[in-house]
């Protein structure tokens, strides 16, 4: 074998001494002293600066610390002084809400206390006054309602006040409506239902209107309707004298275009022509009763109310009173007294009737035109066996099998 060579061990120490001696040389030849002395020195100086910011950090946490519980104490009494000034401010907003209601019933009441004024250029002005107290008078409704809604006591001893300065202003109200309407004078009507309007007495407008005006001209009108021919054909002529009323002068001025305000629907029309219409019916049950047993008098009775509620929803000049029109409960009353059921009943009783009667003429002239056919096949054939005449066959009726079919299906239905 060949022997390996080994170097000695003092010249391996030798060269690694030599070189690590000249990568320290080299490393130092690389690296700048000098800068990395002075980063040293920043650094030193900042953790100094940080070391002081902790300190002052510290005093200031201890700071905070003393001062939390007294600005603790100072938040309670900032908090109980923000609510006592919130029920100061509820306080206030009350004690305005009562003046108001005390000025605008004061107001309220001058306005009503003044003595009539004579006819002429005085009227025009006590017209003025008397619609400014009705819009007072909505005004006073919406401060007593927000007076409610806050449970103010001090206006429940108002009441019996504002009652009566209520029923004083209605009563002027309908005083001055009566004399519009009797007058003609459409403008000043317009001018008086659009302030009971204002003060929120449409019901008791629409009432009086009912009650003092249409009844006592419509109902006469309407016995006489029924006095004028037999009961089976009297509620067409009534339905003729309602409309006869409604499109007449003495209800032209409450159809006047200026009560037509979407934002004030009135309903006069139906509230109180065609309600006291209803009444009336209703109050006859005979008329109805008259009609029992008689399709053809309830038809037209039926067509005659149909036509009617048409001609008067025609009369209406917005989609608001149409539909109240048609959704009121004294018409869904009159129609349900019609009784359409039976009189369907009635109807198909009688075209049963009539159907069972032509198939009847039908089957005994069919039978009959066999008979005669079955006749006149035997002549001919005795004739020609006799070796003489005979009479000439009558000729067959067409049934069709498509005919005969339906007559079959009519009877079974």
Excluded at 33 to 58: N, T, Y
Excluded at 133 to 160: C, D, N, S, Y
Excluded at 252 to 281: N, Y
Aim: charged fraction near 25%.
């Amino acid at each position: 074998r060949p022997r390996l060579f080994m170097p000695a061990l003092s010249s391996l120490k030798r060269d690694l001494t030599d070189t690590l001696q000249s990568l320290a040389s080299e490393i130092d030849r690389s690296v700048d002293v000098d800068q990395f002395r002075s980063v040293s020195a920043g650094i030193a100086r900042h953790e100094e600066s940080i070391e002081s910011l902790c300190d002052s950090l510290a005093v200031f946490e201890e700071t905070c610390s003393a001062l939390t519980t007294p600005l603790s104490s100072v938040a309670e009494r900032i908090g109980a002084k923000l609510d006592e000034r919130a029920k100061l401010n509820e306080q206030r907003e009350r004690l305005r809400l009562l003046q108001r209601l005390a000025q605008t019933l004061h107001h309220l009441e001058s306005l009503l206390d003044r003595p009539p004024a004579p006819e002429g250029a005085g009227a025009a002005e006590a017209l003025d006054d008397l619609l400014r107290a009705a819009r007072e008078m909505g005004r006073l409704r919406i401060l007593r309602e927000r007076g409610a809604e806050q449970k103010l006591r001090a206006v429940r001893p108002g009441l019996e006040r504002w009652e009566r300065v209520r029923k004083t202003l209605l009563r002027q109200l309908t005083d001055s409506l009566h004399a519009a309407l009797a007058a003609g004078d459409e403008a000043r009507a317009a001018r008086v239902v659009l302030g009971f309007a204002d003060a929120d007495a449409s019901a008791e407008a629409t009432h009086w209107l009912r009650s003092e005006w249409v009844a006592p001209r419509l109902v006469p009108q309407l016995k006489g309707a029924v006095a004028r021919g037999t009961e089976r054909d009297a509620l067409p002529r009534i339905c003729a004298e309602v409309l006869v009323f409604a499109r007449g002068g003495a209800f032209r001025p409450l159809r006047a275009a200026a009560l037509a305000d979407p934002q004030r629907p009135l309903h006069l029309l139906a509230d109180s022509v065609w309600a006291e219409a209803c009444a009336f019916l209703k109050g006859t049950p005979h008329l109805f009763g008259s009609l029992a047993g008689t399709p053809a008098a309830l038809h037209a009775a039926h067509t005659a109310t149909v036509a009617l509620q048409a001609k008067l929803e025609a009369l209406l000049q917005t989609p608001a009173e149409r539909h109240y029109f048609r959704c009121h409960p004294a018409g869904a009353d009159l129609m349900r007294r019609f009784n359409l059921p039976i009189y369907f009943q009635l109807r198909v009783q009688e075209i049963a009737k009539q159907l069972e009667a032509a198939l009847a003429r039908s089957d005994a002239a069919a039978d009959t035109a066999e008979d005669g056919d079955g006749d006149g096949g035997g002549g001919e054939g005795g004739g020609g066996g006799g070796g003489g005449g005979g009479g000439v066959p009558k000729p067959r009726q067409v049934r069709t099998r498509a005919g005969v079919a339906a007559a079959a299906a009519l009877r079974r239905c």
